[in-house]
């Protein structure tokens, strides 16, 4: 899935995640910033079935989500779904942050992408 969401959207995965590891400064785990819309950010949604086992799930940080602490860690989503994460809260936290950063660093990038467009018209000096 997260092949295709990259090709639809004509970027390359890898160069995502180098990005990612880039300005989070962390190795693994990095949300995947797949369009100023569409930031994953990966959570532990289950245990490991099998030695090796890192399957994660992903959450869209972009479309508001937020953090409960009510009998674990609960991810609240804007649509009102509940996702539960495995990892203390203080972790996930964390890695709703470094989401929360991502997001800013795209929208600040399209604003900037959109003011020097605005200027080439002339609309803006």
Not at 77 to 87: N, Y
């Amino acid at each position: 899935v997260l092949k295709f969401l990259a090709y639809r959207s004509c970027r390359d995965i890898c160069r995502l995640r180098e990005w990612s590891a880039e300005h989070t400064h962390k190795r693994l785990t990095n949300p995947l910033p797949l369009d100023e819309e569409l930031v994953l950010m990966p959570y532990r949604a289950r245990h490991p079935r099998v030695a090796g086992d890192a399957i994660m799930g992903c959450v869209n940080a972009a479309a508001g989500v937020r953090l409960k602490e009510d009998e674990g860690t609960l991810l609240l989503t804007a649509g009102g779904h509940k996702l539960r994460s495995l990892w203390k809260p203080e972790t996930t936290q964390e890695h709703l942050d470094r989401a929360f950063s991502i997001c800013r660093e795209l929208l600040e990038i399209l604003d900037e992408k959109i003011l020097r467009r605005l200027k080439m018209v002339g609309a803006v000096q």
